[in-house]
């Protein structure tokens, strides 16, 4: 709660700063004046009402789920109790035990019985689905073998699978050390029981279900592949929704509950991954699959020790496209609670206009000299949006010269498809904060992170009117004041090229460069070394990584030191800057 | 396992009949009820029907299941029956506080009508 105060005072923030360059445009134009001033007032006015209202939503939101929690766990039990006696009465006189009953009157019975089955499936579902959209049913992540968790799913199933006629194979494509990934094994088992029941059902007998692992650098894929009677393609995603079924009749005569694959997608992206349908290219029948992340050290895989999910901290600005303003307010939430700057735009115009101006301050070419405008380091984008589409936005974004280079993470309902285009990454509502914050991260570090350039300088005045000079000639840089924001920020991702002062308030340039020595992903750093110090020949090795300028504060001038960085960081793609560094 | 007695403590009057005609009718075992904590406290402790289980409701008005078996441990007569609370409460923090006072069990409503004998005997390791 205590974000609300920075996301009402943001929303003034930017309706001020709207409010400043209607001005300047006003000023320029005569006519109409006082009636884009009113509208101008109003929609203030209206950003002023909807921050409170979201303010008291917020507020009201913690209450609301204590008094859900209690309603949902006595409205299950008051089910639950008339349901004892029903099951239990049916239960006794289906099974003959009392005595005959006439045969048109046990078919009555048995189906007042499979329907209270299905009745009692249904409560544990929604139960079960409730608890884990609040959040309130967190998981117990461990290293765990989806290879191994695949064979229990499939030992469980065998029986269905037997009385159905259908076969059901494994197969494990992934190499031995590469099936390890951390996940809650209970939940990941439910997952895989509740998809290879899905698939026996809807397959004749006789056909096989054919479950398949694979793996590659990041991620586990694992697909159920049935020859049933397929999903059509408008169903493909609707499935994965409540109470969604192909065919209506499917719930009664399948005894589902349509919420079976609803929970499974929740359970999966809990898990950070992804879960879509697709049917078979070569024959009748849906592929489903399963994309799981083997978290953020895949390369260690065979240790057992636990992982926690990720709780990243970021920083840059994120430009959030989304015509839903409620799923705006979350995701800017979500993102400013760890550590984003945050603008917004409520339509593909907007987020076109707004990044097009912010890269033009950010690069100095406007006239309000504002040294802190720093450029958009990624924008979430929604698809589905009245006007111009996302794709269509994306692709304006990627044509103009000045937003090109920047990242695009899509935001849709739809899983990631082939379309994935111009985007850099994929993020699929409903989404977790994890899964928003982890993709978010991927992208911004494989686009090279915040910036391209770290500049290590205690001193603030001198950073800023660097950094602005970088930003002026294109150059994604950010700083760090101290040693420590300087170690977590090259944990982030390494940056193209390093500018160290030797001198910072909790230690020195010496044991940065001591530190990035011992880092494989730092040690060839092209350094440029911009100190005070007069540096003797010792100095100047212990300093040396890669490529290393050294320049002295007393002779050089910032200016000549942005030239120098800008020829360095334009001269070398990444691999040459590398190869450099190891012949030096 | 044949010539047992059990005790069924439920507060819903059809709860209790089924339970009890699915135990008779499975297991054979012979049913005594009681529809409160308090009635259930008494039957126990009759010595000439002493239970060999007894299968208890959690919520009931007056004294719930928890605080009668806590009572029941305070009585050495009938402190060494094992007591399995039947219960429509499923969610993860209440089988927790049920498994924290010391039960013999916990089973789920709605129950199987066809099973529940053998389930209370796996439960408490009689022979089946």
């Known amino acids: 709660m205590t974000a609300l105060p920075s996301i009402v005072s943001w929303l003034l923030l930017v309706s001020v700063f709207l409010l400043g360059v209607l001005t300047l445009r006003l000023a320029s134009r005569a006519r109409g004046q006082h009636k884009e001033l009113e509208r101008l007032n109003e929609a203030l006015q209206r950003s002023r009402e909807y921050a409170e209202q979201q303010k008291h939503k917020l507020a009201q939101r913690s209450d609301l789920d204590t008094v859900k929690d209690e309603f949902i766990s006595t409205v299950s039990h008051e089910l639950r109790t008339p349901l004892t006696s029903i099951r239990g009465a049916l239960g006794l006189l289906t099974s003959g035990m009392l005595g005959d009953v006439d045969p048109k009157a046990q078919n009555m019975l048995r189906i007042a019985s499979s329907n209270t089955e299905r009745l009692i499936r249904l409560i544990n579902d929604i139960l079960d689905l409730e608890r884990m959209e609040s959040g309130r049913a967190p998981l117990k992540l461990r ?137 078979n290219l070569d024959g009748p029948g849906t592929t489903l699959w399963l994309q799981l992340s083997r978290s953020a050290r895949a390369s260690d895989s065979a240790s057992p020790e636990p992982v926690a999910p990720p709780a990243e901290r970021g920083e840059g600005l994120v430009l959030v496209c989304d015509d839903d303003p409620g799923i705006r307010v979350v995701v800017m939430e979500q993102l400013r609670i760890h550590g984003y700057e945050i603008m917004e735009a409520g339509s593909g115009e907007e987020a076109i206009e707004l990044a097009r101006r912010q890269m033009a301050r950010a690069a100095g070419l406007t006239r309000d000299n504002d040294a802190t405008a720093q ?73 090279g992170g915040a910036g391209q350039v770290l500049l290590v300088e205690q001193d603030q005045e001198l950073a800023r009117t660097m950094l602005h000079g970088l930003h002026e000639a294109g150059v994604r840089a950010d700083h760090a004041a101290t040693l420590q924001q300087a170690v977590d920020r090259c944990m982030l991702g390494p940056p193209d090229l390093v500018i160290l002062e030797t001198a910072l308030p909790d230690g020195d340039g010496f044991s940065l460069v001591d530190w990035m020595r011992r880092q494989p992903a730092l040690k060839t750093m092209p350094l440029v070394i911009y100190s005070d110090r007069e540096l003797s020949d010792g100095d100047m090795h212990r300093l040396r990584l890669g490529p290393t300028q050294f320049l002295n504060k007393a002779r050089i001038r910032p200016k000549q030191v942005e030239e120098l960085v800008l020829m360095l960081v334009q001269r070398q793609s990444k691999p040459a800057a590398v190869a450099q560094g190891v012949r030096d | 396992m044949s010539g047992m007695r059990i005790l069924i403590i439920d507060d819903e009057d059809d709860i209790r009949e089924v339970a009890a005609l699915s135990l008779e009718a499975t297991a054979g075992w012979e049913i005594i009820t ?89 439960t408490l390791g009689w022979p089946q």
């Open chain 1, 143 to 279: 290293r765990c073998s989806i290879q191994d968790l695949a064979r229990e799913a499939l030992d469980t199933m065998t029986t269905m699978a037997d009385s159905a006629g259908i076969q059901i194979e494994l197969q494990c494509r992934a190499p031995r050390d590469s099936i390890y990934f951390d996940a809650d094994p209970d939940r990941i088992l439910q997952v895989l029981t509740n998809l290879l029941s899905n698939a026996i059902k809807f397959s004749p007998a006789g056909s096989t279900v054919s479950v398949q692992i694979d793996s590659d650098t990041n991620s586990l894929l694992l697909k159920i592949v049935d020859q049933g009677r397929g999903i059509p393609a408008d169903k493909l995603e609707a499935v994965f929704d409540r109470f969604q079924q192909v065919e209506s009749a499917d719930a009664s005569r399948k005894g589902g509950t349509g919420l079976g694959l609803a929970i499974c997608r929740s359970i999966i992206q809990q898990h950070g991954g992804a879960i879509w349908a697709q049917p």
């Open chain 2, 34 to 122: 009681a529809s409160s904590g308090f009635d259930g406290i008494l039957a126990a402790a009759d010595p000439g029907r002493r239970p060999h289980a007894i299968l208890m409701d959690v919520m009931m008005p007056g004294m719930d299941g928890p605080t009668t078996f806590r009572q029941m441990q305070l009585n050495p007569e009938i402190a060494g029956i094992p007591v399995l609370l039947l219960t429509a409460k499923v969610q993860g923090v209440d089988q927790r506080r049920f498994a924290g006072l010391g039960v013999a069990g916990v089973l789920f409503k709605p129950f199987d009508p066809l099973t529940l004998a053998s389930q209370i005997s796996e």
């Open chain 1, 375 to 447: 450029p958009i380091a990624a924008i979430l984008l929604d698809l589905y949006m009245p006007g111009l589409s996302g794709w269509e936005t994306l692709e304006q974004l990627k044509q103009s010269p000045a937003t090109a280079s920047i990242p695009v993470v899509i935001l849709s309902v739809i899983p990631p498809t082939e379309r994935l285009g111009q985007a850099q990454g994929w993020v699929q509502k409903p989404f977790n904060e994890n899964l928003l914050l982890s993709e978010l991260g991927r992208v911004l570090r494989s686009s």
